[in-house]
C-alpha cells in the first residue's frame, strides 16, 4: 500500500514537471513574438513591440486567472494554499501552461496592429478577448461546454479535433486580429498614389531570432499538449517536425528567397499541423506544413496589394487565422486512416468546428475593441504621434541613441 502510494507520488510529480517545463517553453515563445514584431517594424515602433508583449502578458495572465480560465473549465482559485498544492500542484501548473496559450492571443494581434495603435485601449480590448472570446470557444472544445462537441459526434460521428490549437488558439488570435486592424484602419503613408508602399523591415536579424524561438519552443507547444507524460507521442514532434520543413521550403521556393516569407514559412507549417499533429502520418504533416507555407505567401502578398483597409502589418490574419484555418480542415484530411492517419475525425466535423470559432473570435474581436473604442475616443494614435513612432509618442524613448551608438 505504501508502495503504491509512493509511485502515485512519483507519477503525480512527473506530470507536474512535465507540464510544467512545456509551460516554460511557451512562455518562451512570447520572447519570440517580441523579436519577431521588432525586426519588422521600422526603428521608430521597435520599443513599442517589446513593452506591448511583456505588458500584454502580465493582464493576460489576471484576466485568465480571475475570469477566462473558470468560464472554460469550470475551475477557481479561490481556495486555500493547501487545496491549490494538492499533488504537486498539478492544477496550478496546467492553468500555468494554458494561460501560456490563452496569452498568445494578445501576441498575435499586436503584431497586426503595430506601429498605429493607442497603448492602454488596446491592452484592455486584448484583456476582453482573454477574458472572454478566447475562453468562450477554448471551453466548447476542450471542456465540452454548451454541449457542442456532442452535437458535433451525432451530426459527423466524431468530434471536433484540435490537439494543440491550430483552431482554438490560433485561428481564433488571427480572426481577431483581423477585427483590431479592420477598425483601426491602415498606417498613415501606407498609399501613395494608389500604390502600396513597402515598409522596410527594421532588423532581419531580430525577425530571423523571433522566427527560431517561436520554432523551438513549438515543440513544447505540441508535444507537451498530452499533458501527461504517458500521453508523450514522438509522432506529435516528427509530425511539427515535418509541417515546420515543408512550410520552410515552400515559402523558399514561392517567396523568392524574400527572409521575410522564408522566417514564416515554418511558423505557417507549425500553425497547420497543430490540430492533427496527434493522429496526422509524417508525410501528411508535411504536406500540411507545405500548403501552409505557400497559403502564407500568396494569401499575405494578396492582402497588400487588395485589402486597402487591412494593413496588417506582421501578417498576422493570414499566418494564423487562415493557416490555422487550413489546420483544422487539414486534421479532417490528412488524419484520415485512408491517407494514413489514426482516424477518428470527420471532415465535416473539422470544417464546421473551424468556421465556427472564426465567427466566435470575428464577432468577439469586434465587439471586444469596437466597446473599448466607443469608450476611449479612439484606437489610434494620432498623425503626428504616428509619425514620430509609438516609440517617441508612448514610452518617450528611442530603440537606439544614434548619437551614443
Excluded at 475551475?75 to 491549490?84: K, M, Q, T, Y
Excluded at 451525432?154 to 479592420?182: K, P
Aim: charged share 10%; hydrophobic share 50%; net charge negative.
Amino acid at each position: 500500500m505504501e508502495q503504491s502510494i509512493t509511485v502515485q507520488a512519483l507519477a503525480s510529480g512527473v506530470d507536474s514537471l512535465f507540464v510544467l517545463l512545456g509551460a516554460i517553453m511557451v512562455l518562451a515563445m512570447h520572447a519570440g513574438f517580441a523579436f519577431l514584431e521588432v525586426g519588422t517594424v521600422r526603428h521608430k515602433n521597435q520599443v513599442n513591440a517589446l513593452v506591448k508583449i511583456l505588458t500584454e502578458f502580465g493582464t493576460s495572465t489576471l484576466a485568465y486567472f480571475f475570469i477566462g480560465y473558470q468560464l472554460a473549465y469550470g475551475v477557481d482559485f479561490f481556495r486555500s494554499a493547501e487545496a491549490l498544492s494538492a499533488n504537486n500542484g498539478y492544477e496550478l501548473i496546467k492553468f500555468f501552461f494554458l494561460l501560456t496559450f490563452a496569452a498568445a492571443v494578445p501576441a498575435i494581434v499586436s503584431g497586426g496592429i503595430a506601429e498605429r495603435a493607442r497603448f492602454y485601449p488596446m491592452l484592455v480590448g486584448s484583456a476582453l478577448c482573454v477574458a472572454l472570446v478566447y475562453p468562450f470557444f477554448e471551453g466548447m472544445i476542450w471542456n465540452g461546454n454548451y454541449g457542442f462537441q456532442s452535437w458535433l459526434e451525432g451530426q459527423f460521428g466524431a468530434g471536433f479535433h484540435d490537439f494543440a490549437g491550430s483552431v482554438v488558439v490560433h485561428a481564433v488570435g488571427g480572426w481577431i486580429a483581423f477585427a483590431a486592424v479592420f477598425l483601426l484602419g491602415p498606417r498613415t503613408g501606407r498609399f501613395r498614389g494608389g500604390k502600396v508602399v513597402a515598409f522596410v523591415p527594421s532588423s532581419i536579424p531580430f525577425l530571423s531570432l523571433g522566427s527560431w524561438i517561436l520554432i523551438v519552443g513549438w515543440f513544447g507547444f505540441n508535444v507537451m499538449s498530452a499533458q501527461q507524460v504517458e500521453g508523450i507521442s514522438g509522432l506529435v514532434a516528427v509530425n511539427s517536425l515535418m509541417a515546420m520543413v515543408g512550410g520552410t521550403l515552400v515559402a523558399l521556393i514561392a517567396g523568392r528567397n524574400d527572409p521575410g516569407f522564408i522566417h514564416n514559412g515554418p511558423l505557417a507549417g507549425l500553425v497547420a499541423v497543430c490540430a492533427g499533429s496527434d493522429i496526422m502520418h509524417p508525410v501528411g504533416a508535411l504536406i500540411t506544413g507545405g500548403i501552409a507555407g505557400a497559403l502564407f505567401v500568396y494569401l499575405f502578398s494578396w492582402m497588400q496589394n487588395s485589402l486597402r483597409k487591412i494593413d496588417d502589418v506582421l501578417g498576422v490574419w493570414p499566418l494564423h487565422g487562415l493557416c490555422g484555418m487550413w489546420g483544422g480542415i487539414a486534421a479532417g484530411i490528412f488524419g484520415s486512416e485512408s491517407l494514413g492517419g489514426l482516424g477518428g475525425v470527420s471532415l465535416m466535423a473539422q470544417v464546421v468546428g473551424t468556421l465556427t470559432g472564426v465567427s466566435v473570435a470575428l464577432v468577439g474581436g469586434l465587439l471586444a475593441y469596437g466597446v473599448v473604442a466607443k469608450i476611449a475616443g479612439g484606437l489610434r494614435l494620432d498623425e503626428e504621434e504616428e509619425y514620430r513612432g509609438a516609440d517617441l509618442a508612448i514610452h518617450r524613448i528611442e530603440s537606439t541613441n544614434f548619437e551614443n551608438a
